[in-house]
């Protein structure tokens, strides 16, 4: 049974249409980047998902029940993009408290803000933390009780690269014991080889919804390769292969992905003038640009 299944989703206020007839399929274990423009509809899909907002039309289920129903919700943890919690209260008090609301052993809340690294803040009040470490009392809270989903929106705001970087083991960790766990967020770069499967929302329509390397052969951006090499050779190299130097010695080249074959065979036969040489499929960046690009009547991406 999947994880979560949405099924022609709207959501309609007065005549403003908000989310456009989603449907979406997701399987336990799965890790779901769900990236869209401010306004694209995301949050507003996230909390249907959660029960939050009413549905204007669709169906929406979690592991066969109905979302906002108890079961669902005691199924689905939830970090919003903006954490607020009272600041007299300690991390330990605080957490306890949400364990308390989830008939949950204030052991295990203790447990996991250790996992979450703060441990040696557990003590403090919550108006001495960081907003680092605010945001990891919120993660911890979605973590309680073992939730077979999560739904974090912009989860690494204000962490640090170490911090962020553990955020990551967690995810890595939920996934492997079958937890679904759907991301929403702009930090693209740091999604780009984390997640199983990337969703883009853009005025409340779903433009795509697959895996990274799907997503780039049907799009067939450009793939850049840079060669490097002493400014004699990159010279030579630039000129023989028709690219383009940056700072005298690496040679910028793009080609499409059925060319890149025979490109890489025409550099083959100057590698005793190469040093090294890096090859760069399109991003994801690059690739959300392409997706979200307006469309035109016939709905091919047009040229921006």
């Known amino acids: ?19 456009k007839n989603i449907s979406l399929k997701i399987e336990a ?11 694209a509809g995301k949050t507003t899909l ?15 289920s979690m592991l066969g029940e109905i979302v906002g129903s108890r079961k669902a919700r005691k199924l689905s943890g939830y970090l919003p993009e903006n954490v607020a919690f009272h600041g007299s209260l300690t991390g330990r008090e605080q957490m306890h408290h949400f364990a308390a609301l989830k008939s949950i052993a204030k052991k295990t ?21 960081s907003k680092g470490m605010r945001q990891r009392v919120g993660l911890a809270q979605a973590l309680l009780g073992k939730p077979k989903l999560v739904l974090l929106d912009e989860p690494t705001s204000g962490l640090d690269p170490i911090s962020r970087h553990d955020f990551y ?7 492997g014991g079958g937890t679904m766990v759907l991301i929403s967020s702009h930090a693209l770069t740091e999604m780009e080889t984390r997640m199983d499967r990337i969703v883009i929302m853009s005025n409340g329509q779903m433009v795509a919804n697959d895996r990274i390397e799907n997503l780039r052969q049907h799009a067939n951006l450009p793939i850049r390769i840079n060669i490097m090499a002493d400014e004699k050779s990159a010279a030579l190299i630039a000129k023989t292969l028709s690219g383009k130097r940056i700072n005298g010695h690496i040679v910028e080249l793009f080609c499409n992905g059925d060319e890149k074959i025979n490109l890489l065979k025409r550099i083959s036969n100057m590698k005793e003038k190469i040093s ?5 499929p399109a991003s994801l960046e690059e690739l959300y640009r392409f997706y979200s690009a307006p469309q035109d009547e016939e709905g091919e991406q047009e040229n921006v």
């Open 46 to 60: 996230i909390k249907m998902m959660l029960g939050l907002v009413p549905i204007s039309s669709g169906t929406i």
């Open 1 to 19: 049974m999947s994880a979560l299944i949405v099924e022609n989703v709207n959501k309609q206020y007065g005549s403003h249409r908000v989310v």
């Open 109 to 129: 809340a203790d447990e996991i803000l250790e996992r979450v690294g703060l441990s040696h803040a557990i003590d403090r009040r919550i108006g001495t933390y």
């Open 169 to 175: 083991d967690i995810i890595e960790e939920l996934s």
């Open 29 to 39: 274990g799965e890790r779901v980047a769900l990236l869209g423009h401010n306004g």
């Open 276 to 280: 090294d040489i890096d090859i760069a």
